[in-house]
């Protein structure tokens, strides 16, 4: 593309914040469009973490009723006196059995079982017990590990949403993109709670979990593309209290549904009263400005600036006319041009430890010593002032500082954890909450932060791909978990250092506060990288690469 154009679009651009300024920055319009955005997040929540609840650990023991054939009389309790060894605080041992023998039953009461085997005939749970997922599909024992793969599953479909939804986002628009994952929410939902089989559990949930992520990240660009400089994390961090007030609905859901297809249902319904978003969502203008699209833009703007009671200078419209359309992004792009992949590479290594220490907290919700449901109560309710207080604080000292000092608070937490005896459950689970608080505002944080560093023809692809990153740490979290049984600390050693590590690295970011989004990914350019340009450019003058260094809005201060 020619320098000449280049320059054009980038004008474009900052004529598109004046557009914004003239309409309203955070008018009637935008903050209707921050409620539409935040009540999918008010559901996601449940997807996240609901599992948790549906395999709450319930007393169990081997099904031993093949001694039944030889003594039909027996007392339950005989039957496990005599079919189940102990351990050694005299309870019955739940993953073991003594091997059935084809004696009669005097034989059996004379001579006793010694031989001891695996379960072999399924497990026995307390009758009143609800079904879970846990005594449905008998996650116990050596199939114990299947709840920490399904969970890793789920994080696999995440992954996969964040990078395919995030390109095909910067394709084929904002809005089509949040509907059909609002649509594969509400459908594959439903229907985890009709599943016949464990592993087709893990597959729809799988789908699930693309979905979500398809609207975590659709819903950063939206709020960001659609409201002035200044408004841009309150508009992000508003839609992210709905996640942490979704959090808190989750604990308060499953206490009072234990059985987990009714929770299912209760968790995923809601979605389909969201389908009147088919009429009432917008695309983002800006996006459309980048597509050439400019009728629809105009007629999105006009209708914006109608709701909020705000005229728009003539022709200030005409003037978003590019001279020529603009190449859309590719996943390439974010590594070709130096300044970009400097930006990438971090913020991947940002959002991966991000992810780690969230989740890490979050699943750990079981091992804290405390009620479970309380525990996530506490944890939906410390996110709220989490993200609500990231709204001054960025503006106070900016993106680069919050996020590292974050990052580094959260990792040390877990770090401390690590020396807390198992026996104080109440200081783990402040301390917990403490890093869930720490973590949850660093995550909040880095959505903003790589919504203004990438360009918004890479801006999906570019939150995607760092979302994808995160969810990798996602699919790891569930599967660290269980290194406890070697020692109780290894978990948390891992979930607290590797924050504190990429923490330091956050120094090299540009900062991006005060600074207009970027709109093409010649935006930041080095000089040397101008001069390049200059040299395949026919007709471009220094004049004309002087004016694109002003036209760039980047500040001194954001250069790489």
Known sequence: MHQHSLATEVITMAEFGDVISALGEFGLYQKLLILLLSLPLLLNPFQMIGQVFMVVEVPHHCDTSWILAVGPNLTQEEQLNLTLPRDADGQYEQCSMYSPVDWDLDSILTYGLNATQKCSSGWVYPSAEPP????????????????????????????????????????????????????????FGLAVAFVPHFYVYMAIRCVVGAAVSGIMITVVSLATEWVGISFRPKSVLIAHTAFAIGQMMVAGLSYGIRNWRLLEIAGSAPMFALFFYIWVLPESARWLVTKGRMEEAKKLLQKAA?????????GLLEQLEPEKQTKSGSLLDLFRKRHLRKVTLIMLCVWFADSIVYYGLGLSVT???????????????????????????????????????????AGLMCLILTGIPEDQPVAITVLAIIGKFTATAAFSVSYVYAAELFPTVVRQTGVGLCSTLARVAGILAPLIIPLDKYHRAIPMAIFGSIPVLVSLSCILLPETRGVDLPDDTGAGQTPAQNEKTVEFSKGDTKEEEADLEKGNCRSSESKL
């Not at 050596?142 to 399904?150: A, E, H, M, P």
């Not at 109608?306 to 003539?314: E, F, G, I, V």
């Open 132 to 187: 879970s997922l846990l005594t449905e599909f008998d996650l116990v024992c050596d199939r114990t590990v299947l709840n920490d793969i399904s969970q890793s599953i789920y994080m696999a479909g995440l992954l996969v949403g964040a990078m395919f939804f995030g390109m095909l986002s910067d394709r084929i628009g904002r809005r089509p993109v949040f509907l059909i994952c609002v649509l594969l929410q509400g459908v």
């Open 306 to 314: 109608a709701t909020n009671k705000r005229s728009l200078p003539a």
């Open 367 to 409: 091992s804290f010593g405390l009620d479970i449901y309380l525990t996530q109560l506490a944890f939906g309710a410390v996110e709220l002032p989490a993200r609500l207080c990231l709204i001054f604080l960025l503006e106070w000292f900016g993106r680069k500082k919050v996020q590292a000092i974050l990052l580094m608070l």
